[in-house]
């Protein structure tokens, strides 16, 4: 859990945003969570996940005033009517996944300046014992890597949310065939991929790859 310290104007943000819970208190100050995911131990991934979100959340408060107003306008290229909640989700998603890449570092305090495509690598996820497995057509373009994504469901035709998605880890592929293999307990998971920029730690939407059993 991170608190939030006021600044562009952050009374009465509460609910659900992509990866995080917001929270007001009477008193004004904006408590972040973490949104519940996988019971039970988390694996490794998850660890550094939470971590990562922990300190992006806690970054916010020290932007200054005209940084996070910098983040309420780039917020506002995507939604014309973003408020204050829609600055700190633009900031931490990114940061999360700037962190994710970056774990020694401090995520960027202004938003990224040039939008992001993704990358045209072509990524298919198949089943072995006890682990799901990422394969590439070829490799990541420079600068990029690929975020291995999964949930675990119940049917064959779960149709999860993007936001449903967790990080089980990231890959730079070197080329075709450089498969990586992502440890999982048994169970149908639906998988997927998306592309992060390691400069900026702008992503991709989301690259949906089907669900799969593991035994």
């Not at 570092?105 to 198949?126: E, I, M």
């Not at 675990?152 to 999860?160: D, E, G, K, T, Y």
Request: glycine share 14%; proline share 7%.
């Amino acid at each position: 859990m991170a608190v939030v310290k006021p600044g562009i104007g952050l009374g009465g943000l509460s609910g659900t945003s992509g990866g995080a819970v917001f929270a007001t208190l009477r008193d004004g100050t904006v408590i972040v969570r973490e949104r519940p995911g996988w019971r039970g131990s988390p694996t490794r991934a998850q660890t550094l996940s939470r971590q990562a979100f922990r300190r992006a959340a806690g970054s916010w408060g020290g932007l200054t005033r005209e940084e996070q107003a910098s983040w309420l306008a780039w917020a506002r290229l995507s939604d014309p009517f973003a408020g204050a909640d829609g600055a700190v989700r633009a900031y931490v998603s990114l940061a999360v996944r700037w962190l994710a890449v970056n774990p020694m570092g401090t995520p960027p305090k202004l938003p990224p300046a040039a939008p992001f495509a993704g990358d045209a690598v072509a990524v298919a996820a198949t089943a072995a014992p006890g682990a799901l497995v990422y394969s590439p057509d070829r490799a990541n373009a420079a600068g990029i890597v690929t975020e291995l994504l999964g949930v675990r469901v119940r049917s064959w035709l779960a149709n999860p949310r993007d936001r449903d998605f967790r990080a089980l880890g990231q890959a730079a592929f070197s080329g075709a065939g450089a498969a990586v293999s992502v440890p999982v307990k048994s169970g149908r998971y639906a998988t997927a991929v998306r592309f992060v920029r390691v400069a900026s730690g702008q992503s991709s939407s989301v690259l949906r790859l089907g669900v799969l059993g593991v035994g």
